[in-house]
């Protein structure tokens, strides 16, 4: 099992910036790609970023291409995503997952954080 928990969320003005941590315990922390998902309100479930286990490749979803870095701290059980330039329709509860394979879709992901909202106002 692994354990994630979620923070850094809340709510930003557009333009502004926010920094998502994802604490990680349980199983060997290295040994999982690491994913943040987002779903927004009456939306379904997407990828915004992937990272492999390494941290040498990487994946970002079209629309936060040049905004949103993902990064992680093997040393700390940690993933983070740091969310630049923000918009409107970047407002999403995040969520961050684990999984064996370095995978662009949900279900290749086994272990799945509770979520943090991210709110962006115009």
């Known amino acids: 099992q692994v354990q994630l928990v979620e923070s850094g969320g809340g709510l930003v003005q557009a333009g502004g910036s926010l920094r998502l941590s994802c604490a990680a315990s349980g199983r060997t922390f290295s040994n999982y790609a690491m994913g943040w998902f987002r779903q927004p309100p009456g939306k379904e479930r997407e990828l915004v970023a992937a990272?492999?286990?390494?941290?040498?490749?990487?994946y970002y979803a079209d629309s936060v291409k040049g905004r949103f870095t993902i990064s992680r701290d093997n040393a700390k059980n940690t993933v983070y995503l740091q969310m630049n330039s923000l918009k409107p329709e970047d407002t999403a509860v995040y969520y961050c997952?684990?999984?064996?394979?370095?995978?662009?879709?949900?279900?290749?992901?086994?272990?799945w954080g509770q979520g943090t909202q991210v709110t962006v106002s115009s």
């Open positions: 997952a684990a999984g064996l394979s370095f995978a662009a879709i949900a279900r290749m992901y086994e272990y």
């Open positions: 990272i492999s286990w390494s941290g040498n490749s990487t």
